[in-house]
């Protein structure tokens, strides 16, 4: 399925060239790719694809067909493809642990085709291997979803009262884990979207309403995953002294202006880019200990445009994912 320009529907095509893995790369065949919100900023345009035609997707699973020279990872196994696809590793940012503010990084479905498709090619160094204990379906959404929502959930520190703004496919993974963790988890959606807070409700949280009204205590920590500016200030003033709003999408509307005083008493406002391969091993290793339960809903991957309109209008709970074989993703 590939992005011609930003605005336009995806194009199924049977006519891609399919790409021999050179030095350092694999070749996977695609079980199944979750469908991302930033997919759909990449689609829409809020977020520049740096080249076009583009084939989408960051959350990937697979098997691995063939292995260039000096690749790591052997033919047959069974990886998972996430949206870090290169860092240069010279950088003062590689140097120094933070490969996710790579200078010169490169993503999975922005800046090199991604897992919308039946086959996908991919550093070897930045794909992951999967447990048994996680079929394709459930894993992909682990893969940035899950991702991006433990390294904001590390961004809160030790916060015992969480708040999750938006409550789609990385508050549903992130509010396990903080459960597991002994958090309270408060869930915050649209005043009328009744279904995500009943589904919050029973993934663990004790508390779910309306993200601009008053929360009903004081957190220690908001993370806000939708990408709606207002929801920033809002957040701010549920804070407690002292606790951080953790902003977790690649793409944001604006903020709008508020009072110093919302932001006084050591408040702060910090923002979540990318991930590291460490985040990538410590939430695959956490995962089956909590253990985390993806909720998924499938889609063919011939109708990727119905999964990222479906997403745009808010009618998925949990993660959307494409079904690229299905034979292979109802693999246990």
Request: aromatic share 6%; glycine share 10%; proline share 7%.
């Amino acid at each position: 399925m590939v992005l011609d320009a930003p605005g336009r529907p995806l194009r199924a095509t049977a006519d891609a060239a399919e790409r021999e893995p050179g030095p350092g790369e694999v070749q996977v065949a695609v079980h199944a790719c979750a469908v991302c919100r930033t997919d759909l900023h990449i689609v829409d345009g809020e977020l520049a694809a740096p080249r076009l035609p583009l084939i989408p997707g960051h959350q990937v699973v697979g098997t691995v067909l063939a292995a260039g020279e000096g690749a790591e990872v052997d033919p047959g196994a069974r990886v998972g493809i996430p949206w870090l696809g290169w860092t240069d590793g010279t950088c003062p940012y590689c140097r120094t642990g933070r490969e996710n503010l790579c200078e010169r990084a490169r993503f999975t479905g922005l800046d090199v085709d991604g897992g919308y498709a039946e086959r996908a090619v991919a550093d070897a160094r930045f794909c992951f291997p999967l447990l048994d204990g996680y079929g394709d379906l459930a894993a992909a959404p682990l893969l940035c979803a899950g991702l991006i929502g433990h390294r904001a959930l590390r961004m809160t520190g030790d916060a015992e009262r969480l708040g999750l703004y938006g409550f789609g496919a990385s508050a549903h993974i992130v509010a396990q884990v903080a459960r597991h963790q002994g958090r309270r988890v408060f869930a915050f959606t649209r005043a009328d979207d009744t279904a995500s807070q009943a589904f919050a409700r029973e993934i663990g949280a004790e508390w779910a309403g309306d993200a601009m009204a008053p929360a009903p205590e004081a957190l220690d920590a908001a993370i806000v995953f939708a990408p709606v500016g207002a929801l920033v200030p809002a957040a701010l003033r549920a804070l407690a002294p002292g606790g951080v709003v953790v902003c977790a999408g690649i793409h944001m509307s604006d903020i709008p202006s508020f009072p110093y005083a919302d932001l006084w008493h050591e408040r702060a406002i910090r923002s979540v880019a990318n991930l590291t391969r460490d985040d990538a091993r410590e939430l695959l290793a956490l995962a089956p200990r909590v253990p985390v339960r993806t909720r998924v809903t499938t889609y063919a991957l011939e109708d990727a445009n119905d999964a990222l309109g479906d997403l745009r209008a808010g009618r998925i709970e949990g993660a959307a994912v494409l079904v690229v074989d299905e034979h292979a993703a109802s693999l246990p």
